[in-house]
């Protein structure tokens, strides 16, 4: 199915709701794909700006835009008396599939300063609560390093946006707020 926005600046939201974060803006007739309706929301799938949900009666169904085929004309010719055989050409088909899903997240966990001998995206992580006296790396932390070491050890609230790329262990939240939690 595809949709086209009714207004201007329409708000494209990261979840189906009010009381999720504005991410971005249809213009008036900007066309989209849609990939599920969920209510009074329609979820869309990327644009060049950006992608999430969008209230369904800001957009109007509008008929996917046909293809025509390509036309393919062809001259009979007789071939040469003698051709060198063809050339061998040795082809490679090298696939480039990245996705990344990004979402607004709120989440509690342990802040800690990564080890400086392990290979990490950033320099800080979010851990579960002790697990039969264990922790577990939640995601990785995006965040200006200023001011972070009254952190250290303590139960926080992350706000951010979550980074999550196909292929990658844990995702990486790009840090809008941090708090400790008491």
Request: hydrophobic share 40%; glycine share 8%.
């Amino acid at each position: 199915k595809d949709g086209a926005a009714t207004t201007d600046a329409v708000n494209v939201r990261s979840g189906p709701g009010m009381n999720f974060k504005d991410i971005g803006k249809l213009d008036k007739g900007q066309q989209v794909e849609v990939v599920k309706v969920e209510g009074e929301w329609t979820r869309i799938k990327p644009t060049a700006q950006c992608f999430g949900w969008v209230a369904a009666d800001l957009l109007e169904a509008v008929a996917p835009v046909p293809v025509a085929p390509p036309v393919i004309t062809s001259e009979v010719v007789p071939p040469p008396a003698a051709l060198p055989p063809p050339p061998i050409i040795e082809t490679r088909t090298v696939e480039v599939e990245v996705e990344v899903q990004v979402q607004y997240v709120v989440k509690d966990g342990i802040f800690r300063k990564v080890d400086g001998a392990e290979k990490t995206p950033t320099a800080y992580e979010l851990l579960t609560q002790d697990v039969e006296r264990r922790q577990y790396r939640i995601a990785f932390l995006d965040v200006k390093d200023s001011g972070l070491e009254r952190f250290q050890g303590k139960h926080v609230r992350v706000l951010g946006n979550e980074r999550w790329r196909k292929g990658e262990r844990y995702p990486v939240i790009v840090v809008e707020r941090l708090e400790q939690v008491w």
